[in-house]
């Protein structure tokens, strides 16, 4: 959803894919678009990701492969959604990948403010659990729901006996309904050969009301497909069935050709490094410690940056821009200028700084590192901390990226900084890792095999299709195994949608 300020821009991300291979792994098409001809401006695209901070909620394994289309481009705007199959028989259903929930759920019939069509030009169905043979309802007494009041994802009535869920977003759209078990369906490599059917059963959601943005169709979808690490979300059901692996990376294109991989499971690539994820939080939490601008440290009080109900660092995958806590905003800001004050003319357009420069970004603008804890640095090129707005007699507009968040003391790490590197969400390690990395070319996963010792598999690009093509494995050196998390990102008892 969106941030400051009025610069156009749009992110439309697709991806193209990974092939991996391990003892029982699985396949899921995962698409994210939007109209190439949609331009909106910053300060709209800013509002997205507000509404979508807004929404958070208040109060023997084998490798999911999801291939991506779509493109990664700031002048265009989209949204992450993957495509599953849900019941028996197998019905195909249109979800928002969203890594600050932890709940799939879908719209189902006789909903009440569901969408009945979609500007992504994709056919939407309402799931019928009479319609589906292997369809359960879950009453109050049952496990899972209760492993879902735990974690404020579910919640009980005593008079139907039936495990419901109700979530109010701040920026007032909302969904509730109730839980059921069915099948979700996996395209799977087993020992190196495709299974086909591969089936989990699994506990999602069942809209029957929906509100606010959610009503909208210009980006509707089928559901949202919650990615957290709480007992309710897929991952976590999938890693405890030993269907797949309790960790999932992605690496998303930054050039114009888009698209990239995202895979339920682990890129290893030996330039990764790792900062664990801040312990007893809902989401991705990082304990970001300093900022460095050509290799200075910024002078920004460490607490600026301390996990607590309301400060904090996030990787969210789910928000376009990047936001920088109140505290550390103009500093950066001052870094910045002050290192490129000789070569460019800084202007400041709708409230963003920019500058009106002759020459390439790359040439001009300093390097800038975000310092975590465990000595892990993230590295961003000029592009990974701006967005070209325009021109102006001739001199190319280039304007922050990382935008100011009024009020508050979170940091979000979105897809501005996060494209073109690899990102690894290693759940059960309990920490993230990343890389930079030409997202074009392919990864090694790696997942356990049945007989306990790990399996590398090369996973190269799929088609544009939303077939998934697999191509042959390649086992690699154990040495070369590095661990990576994806991140996604959220942030204290909130809910990213």
Not at 433 to 440: E, F, T
Request: charged share 10%.
């Amino acid at each position: 959803m969106g941030f400051p300020a009025g610069i156009i821009i749009a992110g439309a991300i697709l991806m193209s894919a990974a092939v991996v291979l391990c003892s029982f792994p699985a396949a899921l098409s995962l698409e994210r678009a939007f109209p190439n001809s949609h331009r909106v401006e910053l300060s709209q695209l800013r509002a997205r990701d507000r509404a979508r901070h807004g929404r958070m909620l208040q109060s023997s394994n084998g490798i999911v492969d999801l291939p991506v289309q779509g493109t990664f481009d700031p002048f265009r705007v989209g949204l992450y959604y993957t495509k599953l199959q849900l019941g028996s028989p197998p019905r195909d259903y249109y979800v928002q990948i969203d890594t600050g929930s932890d709940v799939l759920w879908v719209s189902c019939g006789s909903c009440n403010g569901c969408p009945e069509t979609s500007g992504l030009q994709i056919e939407l169905n309402l799931f019928d659990p009479q319609s589906s043979s292997t369809s359960q309802f879950i009453s109050c007494s049952d496990r899972r729901c209760s492993l879902g009041i735990q974690s404020s994802d579910s919640e009980c009535s005593t008079q139907s006996n039936q495990c419901s869920y109700t979530f109010q977003y701040g920026d007032g759209s909302g969904t509730s309904g109730y839980y059921v078990s069915d099948l979700l369906h996996l395209e799977t490599i087993l020992e190196g050969s495709v299974t086909q059917n591969a089936s989990a059963s699994i506990v999602f959601g069942c809209s029957t009301l929906q509100t606010g943005d959610l009503t909208k169709s210009d980006r509707a979808v089928d559901g949202i497909f919650g990615f957290g690490q709480q007992g309710m979300s897929v991952i976590s059901q999938l890693a405890s069935q030993g269907v797949a692996p309790n960790v999932f990376s992605h690496c998303l294109r930054g050039d114009d050709g888009g698209g990239g991989i995202l895979v339920i499971g682990e890129i290893v690539e030996p330039n990764i490094v790792y900062s664990p994820l801040v312990p007893s939080q809902p989401h991705y939490n990082l304990n970001l410690q300093s900022i460095s601008v050509n290799g200075q440290i910024l002078q920004i009080d460490p607490s600026v940056f301390a996990t607590s109900s309301n400060r904090g660092t996030i990787v969210d995958s789910g928000t376009t821009l990047a936001y920088l806590a109140a505290e550390a905003y103009d500093p950066f800001i001052s870094a910045i200028t002050a290192s490129v004050s000789q070569s460019v003319h800084p202007v400041v357009s709708n409230g963003n700084q920019c500058y009106l420069i002759t020459s390439s970004v790359s040439d001009i603008f300093p390097q800038v590192s975000l310092n975590f804890a465990g000595g892990a640095s993230m590295i961003l090129r000029p592009q990974d901390y701006l967005i070209q707005q325009g021109s102006i007699s001739g001199a190319a507009r280039w304007c922050i990226g990382l935008q100011k968040l009024q009020g508050s003391g979170i940091t979000i790490l979105g897809d501005l900084v996060l494209k073109d590197k690899i990102i690894v969400y290693d759940l059960g390690g309990q920490r993230i890792g990343w890389a930079n990395y030409d997202c074009s070319m392919s990864v090694n996963v790696s997942a356990t095999s049945r007989t306990g010792k790990s399996e590398y598999v090369n996973a190269g690009q799929i088609s544009d299709s939303s077939s998934l093509h697999l191509d042959p494995y390649n086992l690699i050196p154990a040495s070369i195994v590095a661990f990576l998390v994806l991140i996604i990102s959220l942030q204290g008892n909130f809910l990213f949608l």
